[in-house]
T-cell receptor, first 111, second 113 residues
Framework: DAKTTQPPSMDCAEGRAANLPCNHSTISGNEYVYWYRQIHSQGPQYIIHGLKNNETNEMASLIITEDRKSSTLILPHATLRDTAVYYCIVRVVDNTGKLIFGQGTTLQVKP | KAGVTQTPRYLIKTRGQQVTLSCSPISGHRSVSWYQQTPGQGLQFLFEYFSETQRNKGNFPGRFSGRQFSNSRSEMNVSTLELGDSALYLC????????????FGPGTRLTVT
């Protein structure tokens, strides 16, 4: 699985968009980008994933660059409840439950 | 639909003892994965069980073991506990193991003294 690099921490004002970057320059053609988050003292929660096209769901949007070497998770209107550690994971679709978590980005949403 | 449940939620053990943690997956889910989370090492994959068979294993010593029952419930066991085993142990369940469908439980906080 490709290695990912994320900034250790970021701040965002409540109500503003939070843009969380992830570098994955060694990503392979068959590897997807997944985002999870972990709110303090809870288990991680799946947010969104994509291969090469931009994706959007009710929680967030995922923008993947054309060369697929980086991506950005966008929380359009961050709330205090979005304060969490956000993990970017790159892996193939192989029906195995193994997720390799990096250190993630701690997002602090401030009032 | 009930979520993933883990028992107990908190546990205190002494060095040298052994411990068994339990995970009940979401109904219909056949894959259960276990993770250890510590401040120093972050979230680390322990192993995954699918249909009662270990399908993946992380880089942990043999003191860490697990099993899965026919109803998909899973247990993990740590023998000869060390202080460094103090951690939050999380399990995740999914239908097939796909990364986008994994649901995590609240975890078991193990403290080894």
């Amino acid at each position: 699985d490709a290695k990912t690099t994320q900034p250790p921490s970021m701040d965002c004002a409540e109500g503003r968009a939070a843009n969380l970057p992830c570098n994955h320059s060694t990503i392979s053609g068959n590897e997807y980008v997944y985002w999870y988050r972990q709110i303090h003292s809870q288990g991680p929660q799946y947010i969104i994933h994509g291969l090469k096209n931009n994706e959007t769901n009710e929680m967030a949007s995922l923008i993947i660059t054309e060369d697929r070497k980086s991506s950005t998770l966008i929380l359009p209107h961050a709330t205090l409840r979005d304060t969490a550690v956000y993990y970017c994971i790159v892996r193939v679709v192989d029906n195995t439950g193994k997720l390799i978590f990096g250190q993630g980005t701690t997002l602090q949403v401030k009032p | 639909k009930a979520g993933v449940t883990q028992t107990p939620r908190y546990l205190i053990k002494t060095r040298g003892q052994q411990v068994t943690l339990s995970c009940s997956p979401i109904s219909g889910h056949r894959s259960v994965s276990w993770y250890q989370q510590t401040p120093g090492q972050g979230l680390q994959f322990l192993f995954e069980y699918f249909s009662e068979t270990q399908r993946n294993k992380g880089n942990f010593p043999g003191r860490f073991s697990g099993r899965q029952f026919s109803n998909s419930r899973s247990e993990m066991n740590v023998s000869t506990l060390e202080l460094g085993d103090s951690a939050l142990y999380l399990c995740a369940s999914s239908v097939t193991g796909e990364a986008y469908e994994q649901y995590f439980g609240p975890g078991t906080r193990l403290t080894v003294t």
